[in-house]
């Protein structure tokens, strides 16, 4: 039975949060001492979906010890004015001004924002170093790198929001003057893609050895549109390509991103949420080629919110996290759940 209302993200890529329907499973918390930093996350205003400080923090309180987390570009508070390759300077002074809120310890001891993964456009080459350069100073040591989104698809039923996005961005000559100038300011790059594209990530994660790249989501793998009913086939693709990235020594992955309305699960439309273990069944898979493929030095847990809120709350989140490494060593958990993310974004664990 599919529940009603169950409205699709503005990308389409995601189902929009709904508290009624999340409300009707609630979970005990698996191991809640585990300190935990969430290295993925967003803050918007916009378009009827609120999601800000008191959102993520009551998620946060939900029982799981997040003691920091990472927030993630997204078109946040852009600049109203000015040159417009400067415009995302002002996402990095909205998260910066989250987590001075955040530090005050006056919406729980998360550190909320602690890291920042802001956005410059890398087409702009050799000129986006004084972006960079204005994030930084923005940021007030928080500014940890960027993404520049290269998600693309051909079906429009995949691309959603996306649809206008430059085909092979990753190999734009351009977008690689532009990337060239986050190594020398030690700043990290967020890869948001679709699996098709992973071996494009490859190429550039090739050239460029000494840039530390972060592939999110899973490598974005597609379950929609034309990709539909070719799970086995899909899955294939994405596990070589998945496998081949990760001979690459100076990329981590972060694992999650598999609640988005993407891959294909279905979860958001039935008519009661998903259990931890019925997500752990379904993601099993997934989480294990990366895992296996990266290693556990190499890979963070991630929860994506909000896009994943709309197939599973924060509690079952992060217990399905829990149950798919529950046969992995305590040294090995401590990097999933918060060395990889505090070592990758420099952030403290104290």
Known sequence: MVASGAPSGGSGLYAEPRADWLARHTEAIIDPARPIVDPHHHLWDRAGQHYMLNEVTDDIASGHNVVATVYVDCRSMYRATGPE?????????????????????????????????????????????????????????????????????????????????????????????????????????????????????????????????????????????????????????????????????????????????????GFETRERPPTSEELAQAWKPHIEVCIEAFGAKRGMFESNFPPDKGSCSYQVLWNTFKRLSSGFSEDEKTWLFSRTAAEVYSLSLS
């Open 85 to 265: 390759g400067m415009r995302p300077v002002g996402e990095v002074e909205f998260a910066n001004g989250v987590a001075a809120q955040a530090a005050s310890g006056a919406y729980g001891p998360a550190r909320v924002c602690d890291g920042i993964v802001g956005h410059a456009n890398m087409l702009l080459g050799g000129e986006a170093k004084a972006v960079l350069e204005a994030e930084i100073k923005a940021g007030n040591g928080r500014f940890k790198g960027i993404r520049h989104s290269s998600a693309w698809d051909a079906d429009p039923a995949v691309a959603g929001m996306y649809a206008s996005r430059p085909k092979n961005l990753l190999l734009d000559e351009s977008f690689r003057k532009g990337f060239a100038c986050l190594g020398p300011l030690s700043l990290t790059f967020d890869a948001w893609l679709f699996h098709p594209q992973i071996d494009e990530l490859t190429d550039l994660a090739k050239k460029f050895p000494n840039q530390r790249i972060i592939l999110d989501h899973c490598g974005g793998f597609v379950g929609l549109g034309g990709y539909k009913g070719k799970r086995d086939e899909n899955f294939a693709r994405w596990k070589a390509s998945i496998q081949a990235l990760a001979k690459c020594d100076n990329v981590v992955v972060k694992l999650g991103g598999l609640a988005m309305s993407l891959p294909g699960f």
